[in-house]
């Protein structure tokens, strides 16, 4: 098959070289001219499993007929990005954390096949096609809007051993299990500047923690004990990695707090002590 991958980060390289090494015919869409050139020379090199995956690449917009695309930018980049893509005619699959990204989807009237999901893996971009492996797990994908039997089928051919891909029904389940523990997660490591198993260790920011696990249950119509269970596990998982926010706001970068909590804030119908704190929080720490 003819896969597509936008953007040439993190988890563009690790689904497009993990795919390639499937057998599938490859291509990241990328928007710099080196990337692009060191991609068509290296293909992507998976840093610590010492093999590189053919792939191919081209700019954005320099769309070739593919099966299938998957969109691996930020949430942050589609309000660039959906205009073009609208462009496509194939299905495309979001792979974005939090739930920002439905809204503008929504928003853009897309008319093709839409498959949402989420990446359990962790990935960090070593350059322009190097990318490390740093935690595995799986991607977890369902239909947000139209249906076509054959993208399940589709879909089904990109699950290989080293990178399982499973579907599901219902996309809900999916996101909102995600976007509960980004929210937790993310952004009070950042404010706080702390691993991710300090929220678990320190019994102060525990408290916390579990309130805004509570709000956030609350907004999306969870059950609050469950999804600490869940929250509680993920984070003993991945007790010693600073999250993606953390590094963000060391960073000075702009963060994915709009899609993850403004989504929260946005489709609340109750105040949020916590959740707006932390949104407050993040916004102003990342301010010039
Ligand atoms: N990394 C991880 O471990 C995980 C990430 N995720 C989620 O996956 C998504 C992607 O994250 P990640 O891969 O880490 O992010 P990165 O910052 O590594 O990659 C984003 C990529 O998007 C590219 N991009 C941005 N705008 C455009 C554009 N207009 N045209 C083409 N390319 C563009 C960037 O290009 P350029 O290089 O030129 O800036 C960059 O290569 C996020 O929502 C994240 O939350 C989910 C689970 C784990
Ligand atoms: C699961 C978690 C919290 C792991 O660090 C993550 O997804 C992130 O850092 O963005």
């Known amino acids: 098959m003819k896969i597509g991958v936008i953007g040439g980060g993190a988890i563009g390289m690790l689904v497009g070289a993990h795919v390639s090494l ?19 020379k290296h293909g992507v090199i998976l840093q610590g499993e010492n093999f590189s995956a053919p792939v191919k690449s081209l700019l954005i917009g320099e ?23 609208k462009k496509i005619r194939s299905p495309i699959v979001f792979l974005q954390n939090g739930m920002g990204h439905l809204d503008m989807i929504a928003a853009c009237k897309l008319e093709q096949d839409i498959i ?37 089928a589709l879909c089904s051919t ?32 950042g404010i706080l500047q702390v691993k991710n198993g300090q929220l678990l260790s320190n019994p102060n920011f525990k408290r916390i923690a579990k309130k805004i696990c509570d709000e956030a249950s609350g907004v ?28 963000d706001i060391q960073n000075g970068r702009i963060t994915e707090i709009e ?18 704190f932390v949104y407050e929080t993040v916004v102003a720490l990342t301010k010039d």
């Not at 695309?69 to 073009?84: A, I, S, W």
Request: proline share 4%; glycine share 6%; net charge positive.
């Open 22 to 40: 499937l057998g599938h015919d490859t291509t990241i869409y990328v928007r710099r001219k080196l990337q692009k050139q060191e991609i068509h």
């Open 63 to 85: 769309w070739e007929k593919s099966d299938i695309f998957f969109v691996c930018v930020k949430q942050y980049h589609l309000n660039e990005l959906l205009p073009l893509i």
């Open 116 to 152: 949402v999901g989420t990446c359990e893996h962790g990935a960090i971009r070593k350059n322009n096609y190097t990318v490390l492996h740093t935690g595995k797990g799986k991607v977890n994908l369902a239909m947000l809007k139209g249906y076509n039997d054959n993208v399940e």
């Open 158 to 189: 990109l699950n290989g051993k080293n990178f399982p891909v499973v579907f599901e029904k219902e996309w809900h389940p999916i996101l909102a299990k995600k976007l509960i523990i980004n929210a937790v997660v993310n952004p009070l490591t």
């Open 220 to 247: 999306l119509g969870l059950n609050p004990v469950k999804e600490w269970d869940n929250v509680f596990a993920v984070i003993k998982k991945t007790k010693d990695n600073d999250s993606s926010m953390k590094i």
């Open 259 to 276: 899609g993850i909590v403004g989504y929260l804030i946005n489709h609340a119908s109750v105040d949020l002590p916590y959740l707006n």
